[in-house]
């Protein structure tokens, strides 16, 4: 069944690179921003539904989706200016920010960098604070050579990488038509800066910005999730008066499995 996601925009940053951003319905505004090497149109499932309520705005990173894939610029503090910028330039006020995996990191660098700036609440779903897994850090996902043995994998073939990933990270048996959607959205980005980006992500450690957040915020995890829900435990307790979502029996793509849940958990915070 084909899912209708909004209307398809542009918007060009600073250093002329051209943002694609889906867009739909009227209210509150909901920023929502896509994970490594995936797409705004992953909500698909979520934009339809919340924009029923809210002003629902999906961004494509650069690079990623139908956004320009300049050769420059894959690092989370140009993604996070590049956020800054279609804020300012939209006119956007008053905006709940949703991040999913590497959106969190996104998120945690514009606040780096711009603080609370046009922002009212902060949705975190499923990042943990170092994705780099250490003796010092038994939260993180990947080692160091794990990091690199995937960054080897995506250069020699991203379709076959693609494809493992994705069925990695499913928890429930999906039509294959949506399975194929994914792959087909992370295909989009080309390897070379999937590897590149994939690196630079990696190895950013946001531990000391997490606790600083002063907005009211949601974390959403998953039990089933190759991410460690302990990670969404330890965000729960490192930013004050947040709340914690769990979902026993998905994992990274809940929103996408299991949209009904994750779109009252949203709405519910959003109010």
């Not at 690179?17 to 739909?24: G, M, P």
């Not at 991040?99 to 943990?128: A, H, N, Q, T």
């Not at 039509?175 to 690196?199: C, G, H, S, W």
């Not at 915020?217 to 490192?238: A, L, R, Y």
């Amino acid at each position: 069944m084909k899912q209708e996601i909004g209307q398809s925009h542009f918007f060009t940053v600073n250093d002329g690179t051209r943002l694609h951003y889906w867009q739909a319905g009227e209210g509150k505004t909901l920023l929502m921003i896509h994970g490594w090497t995936q797409s705004a149109a992953a909500f698909k499932y979520n934009i339809s539904k919340l924009s029923e309520k809210y002003k629902v705005i999906a961004v494509d990173l650069r690079g990623h989706g139908e956004s320009d894939k300049p050769m420059h610029g894959y690092r989370l503090s140009r993604f996070a200016k590049d956020i800054h910028d279609l804020i300012l330039g939209l006119d956007l006020k008053d905006i709940t920010i949703l991040g999913w995996s590497m959106g969190c990191s996104v998120i945690w660098s514009y606040w780096d960098l711009f603080g609370s700036e046009r922002l009212s609440k902060i949705i975190l779903v499923d990042e943990p604070g170092w994705l780099l897994k250490t003796e010092e850090n038994d939260l993180g996902l990947w080692g160091y050579d794990e990091l690199l043995a995937n960054v080897k994998a995506i250069n020699a073939d991203k379709v076959a990488y693609t494809k493992a990933l994705i069925d990695g990270l499913l928890t429930k048996k999906m039509p294959e038509e949506d399975v194929q959607f994914l792959i087909a959205e992370n295909l989009k980005m080309p390897a070379e800066y999937t590897a590149r980006l994939a690196i630079i992500h990696w190895f950013l450690d946001w531990r000391d910005i997490i606790p600083t957040i002063s907005l009211p915020t949601m974390i959403i995890g998953g039990k089933k999730s190759f991410v460690n829900w302990h990670s969404q435990v330890w965000n729960n307790e490192m930013i004050p008066g947040s709340k914690l979502e769990l979902f026993e029996d998905r994992g990274h793509l809940m929103f996408f499995e299991e949209p009904e849940k994750f779109n009252k958990i949203v709405s519910d915070f959003i109010g």
